[in-house]
């Protein structure tokens, strides 16, 4: 192993026992999106745990969502810049029963454990590593923690979209896969409300000519799951559906919340094409529909600027002996938003483990250090090779 990797390595490893003592604070506040009193204490546990760095921090105070911090480098407007990533909040609202902070031999449990408090202390740890060696303050590094990325990142994506503006790359620091992967590309997705209008009526008065919302929803449902597996890679999953009032009575109102993703637009596409078509046939046949949007996510294309800065970190996992695998993930992050300015970027850049959104969700804690040293050393090699105009071509370049 070279001299560098080495020393971060070691000094990485010498960190574990204070990488899993931050983890196990941040897992044990509560901070659901929703909580924002949860995602303020995490957002001032960062805080306190980046002083001593050379890096200004700036808090973002929010109304509805927690806090929004922002963690730069001294500002030199004639520079490109190096966006990080990481969202504070996680799914879990406060009075879910999935709590605490458990160790059972190389797993850690904890609600965000991976998704993605665990990223956090990644990069918290990294940075420290690189102050220690001198290498952090040549790094223009800016590190925005958001607070509500489970929902779309409703009010900080504006802010992603325009730093990646005037960043050369980026790295979002959500979970790894197990097998090491990195997402180089994401899908896109978009949110709908459809909703049915009935007739209503005493239900045991109403049967010729009966119109319940309920039921013209259910036959539009079932159209909808029936486009799955119709074109590559477009998936349409229909959450959460509600309607009427009372048993006894017809319903006359009914909704669905529908969830599509896709890896191109021309999936996009597909999907809408026949999404009219359906509405139409079945608006002819006499139900009252309608449809909005409930947010849209754009799609993350797996970029060359992309798998240039994917081969830079892959060089950098094989100083270090363990894996790097490029991936095309299904799921959305903020690195759609960062895509979308046309900012090289690569995800995934967090720790190890599996089953994130459910009570069964584990960090492999081994892979803390490992992961830290890697985007350690990533983030100084990227720059270097984008400093000398080795990295990018420039049209690629931000």
Known sequence: MDALPAKLNAFLKNQQGAMREALRRLVLIPSGTRNKAGVDRVCREICTFLEGLPLERRILPQDAFGDILIASAPADEARRRILLAAHMDTIFPEDSPFVGWREEGPRLHGPGVIDMKGGIVVGLFALRA?????????????????????????????????????????????CGGMKGEIA?????????????????????????????????????????????????????????AAGGIVPNSVP????????VRSPSLRGF?????????????????????????????????????????????AGEAEKLGIPAVEEFRPGASDANAIAAAGTPVVDGLGPIGEHDHSDREYLVAESLPARSALLALSLVEAWRRCEAGLLFRKSEAG
Do not use: C
């Not at 790094?139 to 990325?149: A, M, Q, R, V």
């Not at 489970?150 to 979209?161: A, C, D, K, T, Y």
């Not at 929803?217 to 909808?224: D, P, W, Y």
């Open 130 to 174: 690189l102050s220690m060696f001198g290498l952090l303050k040549p790094l223009p590094i800016t590190w925005i923690f958001n607070s509500e990325e489970e929902i779309g990142s409703p009010v900080s994506r504006p802010l992603f979209q325009a730093e990646a503006r005037r960043s050369a790359m980026a790295f979002v620091l959500e």
């Open 184 to 240: 180089t590309g994401r899908k896109g997705r978009l949110g709908l409300k459809i909703a049915a209008r009935g007739l209503a009526g005493h239900a045991a008065r109403v049967v010729e000519g009966k119109k319940s919302a309920i039921l013209d929803l259910a036959k539009v449902i079932v159209e909808l799951e029936g486009f799955n597996g119709q074109y590559p890679g477009v998936s349409v999953n229909v959450g959460q």
């Open 252 to 259: 006359e109102e009914a909704w669905a919340a529908v969830d």
């Open 269 to 313: 596409d597909f999907f809408h094409s026949r999404l009219d078509e359906l509405l139409a046939r079945r608006r002819a046949e006499g139900m009252d529909l309608g449809v909005e949007g409930t947010g849209e996510v754009p799609v993350m294309e797996a970029t060359e600027g992309n798998r240039a800065l994917f081969r830079v970190i």
